[in-house]
């Protein structure tokens, strides 16, 4: 059974910082990139970061470059989005998702979602 969890959600105050897990089982985690996505209120989900399976390569949305770093641990079958300098316009539901670029077909897998809150 595929599963991704997501963890270290939660209340955090402006400038602080949060480190989001997404724990992988069920597929092959080394061979799917992985991204991490969120969702704020009345807004449509948006791409924050990527991550290259492997690792070689990540990239991130403009709003939070400098202040996000994903990384992964193919050991461990994790991802992370430590996340620092937060601000209020961080705040939403932050989902982890998982693709394989095969043929005929992609594969995508999603995380039910952590909620990170950023206020004073």
């Known amino acids: 059974q595929v599963q991704l969890v997501e963890s270290g959600g939660g209340l955090v105050q402006p400038g602080g910082s949060l480190r989001l897990s997404c724990a992988a089982s069920g597929f092959t985690f080394s061979r799917y990139a992985m991204n991490w996505y969120r969702q704020a209120p009345g807004k449509e989900r948006e791409l924050v970061a990527v991550?290259?399976?492997?690792?070689?390569?990540?990239n991130y949305a403009d709003s939070v470059k400098g202040r996000f770093t994903i990384s992964r641990d193919d050991a461990k079958n994790t991802m992370y989005l430590q996340m620092n300098s937060l601000k209020p316009e961080d705040t939403a539901v932050y989902f982890c998702?998982?693709?394989?670029?095969?043929?005929?077909?992609?594969?995508?897998?999603w995380g039910q979602g952590t909620q990170v809150t950023v206020s004073s």
């Open positions: 991550i290259t399976s492997g690792g070689s390569s990540t």
């Open positions: 998702n998982a693709v394989y670029s095969g043929w005929p077909a992609t594969t995508t897998y």
